[in-house]
């Protein structure tokens, strides 16, 4: 039972009883991390090493992206935090409740939106979400439930089988029962894969309500357009090793480049020799210049250009800026990541 991903309801019934001891102590101080892992390291009897010294702390309150290619070790690092996989070595604690010693207290601070669609066929929206409330111990609140439902565009099905449902229904219905015992933590997996844009938008929208009320957000996607638009902070995965954790503007700031393109008046077949000093690039068809500088040199440069190409008679009838996106900074990495380990 060590590594088999269990039943999200089962673990959550081992791990939290009728009623949860109460928790000793000061509650932890607001700038403490909400998440704290500390050289977290996890081998399967494979001998497959899905994570290395994995340190990683998130802050209260906070969107925090986790973006890496498929077999990086994002889920595997989830499933150590929510107790569904135990690690080979190293710590986590959940809002200052480490989730070994003190697992139950952690679990209920937790709520898990799993990526793959696993849930009772046979019982009513309804039914399911007020079953997973009742696991963690907490008294009935048919009116949290409601607001739950009513968010996630649910309430019109309460009373559906889930086995009537479509697929994009079915995740909704996974994200209400993480939400159903109020958790402070919330863990999405690939929470929009497979789902039309309406639900992506609606789901969006309650996220950020979430983050208001004071729930921190830790997600996985693969749209890293969402990662650009949603996320904090930004922490990149590869081959079970945290390249980099890096607030999300920082990050764009630092790896990001921008580019000049200038629309010539008169097409060219080479940059002039004179031109060669400068990191321009001439585009298949001649029409264009493509200049890239750097955002944080105290001089672009693009005075001094602009000037050569003036001397040189090498007019332009339009220019436009670009800036990279955060597709192409994480893919900049993860290839860098693969040169440097060839």
Known sequence: MDDQTLDSDALRYDGVQSSLPKERGMPPAIDTPVIDIRDLTKTYASGFQALKGVDLQIR??????????????KTTLISIVCGIVNASSG?????????????????????LVPQEL????????WATVKFSRGLFGKSPDPAHLERVLRDLSLWDKKDSKIMTLSGGMKRRVLIAKALAHEPQILFLDEPTAGV??????????MVRRLRAN?????????????????????????????????????LMRKLGKKQLTLHLQTPLDRIPEALASYPLELTEDGQALVYTFDVQAQETGIAALLRRLHE????????????????????????HGREARA
């Open 196 to 205: 039309d844009v309406e639900l992506r938008h609606d789901m969006w929208q």
């Open 214 to 250: 004071g729930t921190t957000i830790i997600l996985t996607t693969h749209y890293i357009e969402e990662a650009e638009e949603m996320a904090d902070r930004i922490g990149v995965i590869n081959k079970g090793e945290l390249v980099l954790v890096e607030d999300k503007a920082t």
């Open 60 to 73: 209260r309150g906070e969107i925090f992206a986790l973006l890496g290619p498929n077999g990086a070790g």
């Open 312 to 335: 040189h008679g090498i007019d332009f009838k339009d220019l436009h800026s670009t800036e990279s996106s955060l597709e192409e900074i994480f893919v900049n990495l993860v290839r």
């Open 91 to 111: 710590s986590v604690q959940a809002d200052g409740h480490d989730i070994v010693s003190e697992f139950r207290a952690a679990r209920s601070k937790i709520g």
């Open 118 to 125: 696993s849930t009772d066929a046979f019982e009513t929206v």
